[in-house]
Each structure stands twice: as structure tokens, then as C-alpha cells.
T-cell receptor, first 113, second 113 residues
């Protein structure tokens, strides 16, 4: 069966510090991968998606970047965090064909102080 | 522009009091409608996928239905453990093989014993 991991689970970082969030998927190959941000009490905002190694598409201009160095690894980064980067970050994977449902990881709660 | 609107934003029910959540969408050529459950501080959990008007799916006390303009998530005789935020998402023809989904803002359900 497939499993998706995210770490860290929680993170408190000062403004201006760098960020690296990691997501890995097990039990599947060549998945579509997605990074979302969820503000308190709101829906999911798609930040980045990837259909293959090294292929990254950005949905929203922002202070963040994403990379996919391996087939089942997706990384969300920032060189200098802003207060507005605080939120709940979710990674998801999808099969890229067939029914297209997405499966989410446990999330990372980021607080920028 | 493809849009998803969920109503109500919040719903309080007594245990055993059946009700429905609504998800209205404006997507030309729907390629799938997805329901998720999200507990506080956790990633969304996939529930159902619906593809065509008239389709229904059931899981325990939940039943999802689909028309050409909206979907309903019916909750029959809910229990306190059904308390969660329920998210609806759609996939349209423009998503191609990216599998991108458009999410609604969610309905937060509270079931009191």
C-alpha cells in the first residue's frame, strides 16, 4: 500500500530564516506530487505541482520554491521566510491517470515569528 | 473560471439528526468530483469520487450524490465521531494529466452527543 510522509510535523521559524519541508511517498512510482497551503479555517491553496522528476509548476507567485530531486521526493523551500508564510502545509500525491484522486500527508504546521 | 462553493460553512447537529452538505460547482466538462474529510490538525482523508450525474457512493453513514451542478454529502444518523471539516474538490478538462483539483472552502460539521 502507498504511504506519504511529511516532516517536520511542526516548525517555528523567525522571519528571514530559510525553510525546507520534505515529503516522500512510498509504494508507488512516478506519482504526481502537490504542495498545498491551508490558512486557518480556509480551503486548500495549490502552491506547486510536479508530474515528474525535475518538473515543477508554480501556481501562485510567492516567496516559496519547490524541487523534486527524486521520483518520490518533493521539497518545499524558502530562502527568507515572511510572516505571511505561516500556515499548514500539505503534500499530496496522485496517480496521474485513472481516477485522479489525491492522497494527503499529515501536514506541517509552520509558524513564522 | 472553474469554481467550487460549499454550504453551509458550519453545521451543528445533534447525534442522530440527519442532514446534508452541499457542494456547487461551475466546471464545464466535469472529470470528477471528490469528497474529503479533514480532522483538526491533520491532512484530508479521501472519501469518494463521483463522475457523472446520478451517481451515488456510500460509506457507513455517508452517502454522496451528484447532479450536473452540485453534489450532496448526506449524513444519516450522525455520531460525534463524524465531527470534522468536509472538503469538496472538482477536476475539469483543463487539468489534463496534471490531476489538479479545485477545492471548496469546506463545511465544518459538529455533532453533539
Amino acid at each position: 500500500s502507498q504511504t506519504i510522509h511529511q516532516w517536520p510535523a511542526t516548525l517555528v521559524q523567525p522571519v528571514g530564516s530559510p525553510l525546507s519541508l520534505e515529503c516522500t511517498v512510498e509504494g508507488t512510482s512516478n506519482p504526481n506530487l502537490y504542495w498545498y497551503r491551508q490558512a486557518a479555517g480556509r480551503g486548500l491553496q495549490l502552491l506547486f505541482y510536479s508530474v515528474g522528476i525535475g518538473q515543477i509548476s508554480s501556481e501562485v507567485p510567492q516567496n516559496l520554491s519547490a524541487s523534486r530531486p527524486q521520483d518520490r521526493q518533493f521539497i518545499l523551500s524558502s530562502k527568507k521566510l515572511l510572516l505571511s508564510d505561516s500556515g499548514f502545509y500539505l503534500c499530496a500525491w496522485g496517480a496521474g491517470h485513472g481516477s485522479y484522486e489525491q492522497y494527503f500527508g499529515p501536514g506541517t504546521r509552520l509558524t513564522v515569528t | 473560471e472553474d469554481q467550487v462553493t460549499q454550504s453551509p460553512e458550519a453545521l451543528r447537529l445533534q447525534e442522530g439528526e440527519s442532514s446534508s452538505l452541499n457542494c456547487s460547482y461551475t466546471v464545464s466538462g466535469l472529470r470528477g468530483l471528490f469528497w474529503y474529510r479533514q480532522d483538526p490538525g491533520k491532512g484530508p482523508e479521501f472519501l469518494f469520487t463521483l463522475y457523472s450525474a446520478g451517481e451515488e457512493k456510500e460509506k457507513e453513514r455517508l452517502k454522496a450524490t451528484l447532479t450536473k451542478k452540485e453534489s450532496f454529502l448526506h449524513i444519516t444518523a450522525p455520531k460525534p465521531e463524524d465531527s470534522a471539516t468536509y472538503l469538496c474538490a472538482v477536476r475539469g478538462p483543463r487539468s489534463g494529466n496534471t490531476g489538479k483539483l479545485i477545492f471548496g472552502q469546506g463545511t465544518t460539521l459538529q455533532v453533539k452527543p
